[in-house]
């Protein structure tokens, strides 16, 4: 999220809608009624719009950062491409967390993530998704799955050494031929 606090990332966009609404009331030249009621309501739709959206960020932040917290797990279960592969080696279950802290977070763009591979940290009581995207190499879409009300998307990250760890484990499938 470019180093930005949630409030930050979200007041830039706010603070834009409210100048540009002042700036439509002063050219529609409104009666002061008009424009006593035109202010309050503007600010209750735009906070209609950001409330749901930075709660939603802040959650997915939140639980990505609970992902992280696991790197003392003392197994990792991948389950992909027709394949089930348990890692138990607390060095290589430290390499995978070390490869997602290291991941560069990408924003949000027109594709979707394909054959998602399921892991598994823990006993299982922890499940995550991590599909790779369906334009980019080397990207992946981590997907909480533990969640009570279904998949909550958690980050679009980019790394080649996912890739690559995943490829040595023989669970990712090869990116589909276009």
């Not at 080397?138 to 990250?157: H, P, R, Y």
Request: proline letters at 4%; one cysteine or more; charged letters at 20%.
């Amino acid at each position: 999220m470019l180093g930005l606090t949630a409030l930050e990332y979200y007041a830039f966009p706010l603070a834009f809608i409210l100048v540009i609404s002042l700036f439509v009331i002063r050219a529609l030249r409104w009666n002061r009624a008009e424009r006593i009621l035109f202010v309050p309501i503007t600010i209750m739709v735009v906070l209609c719009i950001a409330i749901p959206w930075i709660t939603t960020d802040m959650r997915a932040s939140r639980l990505w950062a609970n992902l992280l917290a696991r790197n003392d797990a003392s197994i990792l279960m991948f389950l992909g491409n027709d394949r089930q592969v348990t890692v138990s080696d607390p060095d290589e279950i430290a390499a995978f967390f070390a490869l997602l802290k290291e991941a560069r977070h990408v924003g949000a763009h027109h594709s979707y993530p394909v054959t998602k591979l399921q892991v598994r940290v823990g006993e299982g009581a922890y499940r995550y998704s991590i599909g790779p995207d369906s334009d980019r190499a080397d990207e992946f879409w981590i997907t909480d799955l533990s969640c009570n009300n279904g998949e909550t998307e958690l980050a679009q990250i980019q790394s080649h050494g996912l890739t690559e760890y995943l490829r040595k484990l023989k669970v990712l499938k090869p990116r589909p031929k276009r």
